[in-house]
C-alpha cells in the first residue's frame, strides 16, 4: 500500500487542522494505520492508531481529547482532526501502516511509510 499525508499548514495555538492520509490498493481495509510526529531534533513519536475497520482507536496522552483518528475505507483515507493546537504539536505528521493491529506501535514496527505534511503551530 502507498500511503501520501496532507493537510499541514500554519495555524495559530487554539487553532485546528484536518490531516488527511490517502492510500492505495484494493486491501486498504485490511490495514491498521497510525500518525507519528517528529519535531525537529526529536524521534518520532507515536500519536494515533486506528483499527482497520475503523472500530478501535488509541491515542497518545499528549494529544488525548484533542486529535480525533478517523478513516473512510470506501475512500482508502484516513484523517486525523487535530484541535486546540499547542506549540509542543509542531512537527512533521506521518501515516503509516500494518497488518496487525495488537501489540507495541514503534516506528520500526510499521510496514509502509507515506511522506510527511509540515504542522507549524505559532504562538
Known amino acids: 500500500v502507498q500511503l501520501q499525508a496532507s493537510g499541514g499548514g500554519l495555524v495559530q495555538a487554539g487553532g485546528s487542522l484536518r490531516l488527511s492520509c490517502a492510500a492505495s490498493?484494493?486491501?486498504?481495509?485490511?490495514?491498521?494505520i497510525a500518525w507519528f510526529r517528529q519535531a525537529p531534533g526529536k524521534e518520532r513519536e507515536f500519536v494515533a492508531r486506528?483499527?482497520?475497520?475503523?472500530?478501535?482507536?488509541y491515542y497518545a496522552d499528549s494529544v488525548k481529547g484533542r486529535f480525533t483518528i478517523s478513516r473512510d475505507n470506501a475512500k482508502n483515507a484516513v484523517y486525523l482532526q487535530v484541535s486546540s493546537l499547542k506549540s509542543e504539536d509542531t512537527a512533521v505528521y506521518y501515516c503509516?501502516?500494518?497488518?496487525?493491529?495488537?501489540?507495541?506501535?514503534?516506528?520500526?514496527?510499521?510496514?509502509?511509510w507515506g511522506k510527511g505534511t509540515q504542522v507549524t503551530v505559532s504562538s
Open positions: 503509516a501502516a500494518r497488518i496487525i493491529y495488537s501489540g507495541r506501535w514503534y516506528p520500526d514496527g510499521m510496514d509502509y
Open positions: 486506528i483499527s482497520g475497520s475503523g472500530d478501535s482507536t
Open positions: 490498493g484494493r486491501t486498504f481495509s485490511s490495514y491498521a
